[in-house]
């Protein structure tokens, strides 16, 4: 995963999983990502995570957020 773009839809897809567990809209997914720079954290390592489970990336996600201090919001049962 070289090109920037695959980047943006590689975040674009992390929103999407994101949103859907943890019941958001997408904007308040995004915003919530920005806000704790986890966004950052997904494209930065993008290479590694897209060969990953979706499960794997929101769990991922979820632990960025407690090692940073920031907590994740509710899943969606």
Same mark, same amino acid.
């Given at each position: 995963?070289? =090109?920037?773009?695959?980047?943006?839809?590689?975040? *674009?897809? &992390?929103?999407?999983?994101? =949103? @859907? +567990? =943890?019941?958001? /809209?997408?904007?308040? %997914?995004?915003?919530? $990502? &920005?806000?704790?720079? +986890?966004? !950052?954290? #997904?494209? !930065? &390592? *993008? !290479?590694? #995570?897209?060969?990953?489970? @979706?499960?794997?990336?929101?769990? /991922?996600?979820?632990?960025? $957020? +407690? +090692? @940073?201090?920031?907590? %994740?919001?509710? %899943?969606?049962?």
């Amino acid at each position: 995963m070289k =090109k920037p773009t695959e980047r943006v839809w590689f975040l *674009a897809l &992390c929103v999407e999983l994101y =949103k @859907h +567990a =943890k019941g958001m /809209s997408g904007r308040e %997914a995004f915003d919530f $990502l &920005c806000r704790a720079g +986890a966004v !950052d954290y #997904l494209t !930065d &390592c *993008a !290479d590694a #995570l897209h060969a990953t489970g @979706h499960l794997y990336i929101i769990e /991922s996600i979820d632990e960025y $957020l +407690a +090692a @940073h201090g920031q907590r %994740a919001p509710a %899943a969606v049962e």
